[in-house]
């Protein structure tokens, strides 16, 4: 379920890169296009959670995913808000949802959280 109006940026999120690790942060829909275009083109495998400020349970796994792309660096990490991107993340009917990429294409996807399956999923998708 989405929220009409937006609370703001996204939670918890930081813009040092060194806290972040590799994490990058798609502040709107064309930022999150511009990163969507460089994962199918740079074929790297990347994970993109995708969340909302109003989500708890969004709120809850953010922390440990921005801990998790300190882990898995060969992951490209990224977060966007549904909020602050509406148009392109249109498809997003839960959150969290977390969609895998690997050689530009999408090959898996979860609903839900959980720190140690989504643990798992980035091992298996490194």
Known sequence: MRK???????PDLESDPNRNGNLKIAPSDQSLLTILD????????????YG???CGVCSQILPAFQ?????FSRLTFVYADIDECPETTRHI???PTFQFYR????????????????HD?????S
């Open 121 to 125: 999923r980035l091992w298996l998708h």
């Open 93 to 95: 009917r839960y959150t």
């Open 67 to 71: 801990e998790l792309s300190k882990s």
């Open 103 to 118: 050689d530009g294409e999408k090959v898996d996807e979860m609903f839900g959280a959980g720190e140690d399956r989504l």
């Open 38 to 49: 460089d994962i199918r083109s740079s074929k790297s495998p990347a994970v993109i959670n």
């Open 4 to 10: 009409q109006e937006s609370e703001g940026a996204s």
């Open 52 to 54: 909302a400020s109003w």
